[in-house]
Nanobody, 122 residues
Framework: QVQLVESGGGLVQAGGSLRLSCVAS????????TGWFRQAPGKGREFVAA????????YYIDSVKGRFTISRDNRKNTVYLQMSSLNPEDTAVYYC???????????????WGQGTQVTVSS
């Protein structure tokens, strides 16, 4: 069983930065891949980035490559999403998920946080 709590969202101007945190409880968290997803108003939930259990491998969607960085500290049971050069299209509720990587893609589990709102003003 894994419980996830996101934080770090807020209102920022275009071009600004935010760092999201996802703190997990559960002794097996370090065994999972962890992913960040986002959901904009009126749209479905979209995969953003993922990181392997040991932090050695990361994955990003094209629209955030070079702007977002995912990292993790298993000693703190925490995964981070550093977001830079934000633009209004990044506005969404951001969620973290503890999942697996299979068939060349991140496969989310049922373990989701409650989400944190990121709003980027133009």
């Amino acid at each position: 069983q894994v419980q996830l709590v996101e934080s770090g969202g807020g209102l920022v101007q275009a071009g600004g930065s935010l760092r999201l945190s996802c703190v997990a409880s559960g002794r097996t968290f370090s065994a999972y891949y962890t992913g960040w997803f986002r959901q904009a108003p009126g749209k479905g939930r979209e995969f953003v980035a993922a990181i392997s259990w040991n932090g050695a491998t990361t994955y990003y969607i094209d629209s955030v490559k070079g702007r977002f960085t995912i990292s993790r500290d298993n000693r703190k049971n925490t995964v981070y999403l550093q977001m830079s050069s934000l633009n209004p299209e990044d506005t969404a509720v951001y969620y973290c998920n503890a999942g697996v990587y299979a068939s060349s893609r991140y496969v989310p589990s049922d373990y989701w946080g409650q989400g944190t709102q990121v709003t980027v003003s133009s």
